[in-house]
């Protein structure tokens, strides 16, 4: 099966403090960041979208996986905030990337779960041998409105990785995936509407801890392993707490858990949430260590992969650009100043 070659991350500079939300609207800061775990999160300045986002998380991957852009036979990129809604994502990223014009390009929408829904077409591609390499974005400027639950925790990020088949150049295995899907509308933004709408509490048992849940139950009885065969998991983090209750149901520890929390400091990147905690893992991980992970979408359903990493990761890490190092480089804005460059006014 293809594997990992490849993989770059973005984080926004500017940071919104959890605390100056919750002031803003008169509530208990200390209230709201101990029920969601998050703290703060990334914004987007005024001029970035999925777009700049996806380009700039692109170009990591590429300089990792050392392959030239036009080598690339096809561009994923799994968002819920599109610049456009006529006029792909993916050729734009793939203009600036310089991968040519023989490419598969198409952008993908499954809320959260887009980008590792197009993993998994990817590596079909690639087993099948159509093509020799895909580059796979996941990346949001997550919308929240204003007073809304969701505007603690979306934030913007992007994560890409580039896929391939060549044994001397992968490194982390794709072992296993599946998926299990539902119709569960937890979670919904129609068309022409600036935000999403969502069922609240109905998004916690009857959708994600469901769906992740019961992928994950799946994924280890698929594979015949149990949780302490692996060396990390990574979940998909709509807040801090969600993946922590995940883990626990399925039997990880929090050590296992720990390393792939970017939430806590950037919050929801919707579709690039559970990716960008991959990374994380993947800029630590020593090689042969095994991570478990599911991502989740609502609507709903989830994408499971086992990863395993091989001895080509610390070799390719030199020409990365560390999550750590993302998170830690910021900017703290007003709340009146993420309004404005979020164009809320």
């Not at 800061?29 to 987007?44: C, D, F, M, N, W």
């Not at 895909?134 to 992007?158: M, R, S, W």
């Not at 539902?182 to 022409?192: I, K, L, Q, V």
Request: a positive charge.
């Amino acid at each position: 099966m293809a594997g990992i070659t490849g993989y770059g991350t973005y984080i926004p500079k500017y940071r919104l403090k959890i605390e100056d939300i919750a002031q803003v609207w008169k509530k208990d800061p200390k209230e709201i960041i101990g029920g969601l775990k998050v703290y703060e999160k990334a914004v987007p300045s005024f001029d970035e979208d999925v777009v700049t986002i996806g380009v700039d998380a692109g170009r990591l991957a590429l300089s990792m996986a050392k392959i030239l852009p036009t080598d690339i036979g096809s561009i994923f990129v799994g968002s819920e905030s599109h610049p456009y809604a006529v006029n792909p994502s993916s050729t734009i990223i793939g203009e600036y990337l310089g991968a040519g014009n023989n490419y598969l390009a198409a952008d993908l929408e499954f809320a959260c779960k887009a980008a590792t829904a197009g993993i998994q077409v990817t590596v079909g591609l690639i087993d099948s041998k159509k093509i020799n390499y895909g580059l796979v974005i996941g990346a949001d400027t997550a919308q929240g409105k204003p007073h809304d639950i969701l505007e603690y925790t979306a934030c913007a990020a992007g994560a890409a990785f580039i896929l391939g088949s060549r044994k001397k150049e992968i490194i982390a295995d794709i072992l296993e995936m599946s998926s299990y899907s539902s119709d569960t509308p937890d979670f919904w933004r129609r068309d022409g509407q600036r935000y999403p709408s969502h069922f609240g509490r109905f998004t916690g048992e009857p959708a994600y801890f469901a769906h992740v849940i019961t992928e994950g139950k799946k994924l280890l009885d698929k594979t015949k392993l149990k949780p302490k065969d692996f060396d990390y998991c990574v979940f998909h983090m709509p807040n801090g707490k969600f993946p922590r209750e995940a883990a626990k149901k399925l039997g990880f520890t929090d050590l296992q858990l720990s390393a792939s929390l970017t939430v806590d400091n950037i919050g929801n990147p919707y579709s690039a949430a559970s990716l960008v905690g991959l990374s994380a893992v993947l800029d630590i991980a020593k090689p042969n260590k095994k991570i478990f992970f599911v991502s989740y979408g609502s609507g709903a359903g989830s994408d499971g992969f086992i990863f395993k990493t091989t001895q080509e990761l610390i070799k390719a890490r030199k020409n990365s650009v560390p999550v750590k190092k993302l998170i830690d480089d910021k900017m703290y804005i007003s709340y009146t100043d993420y309004l404005k460059q979020t164009h809320a006014i």
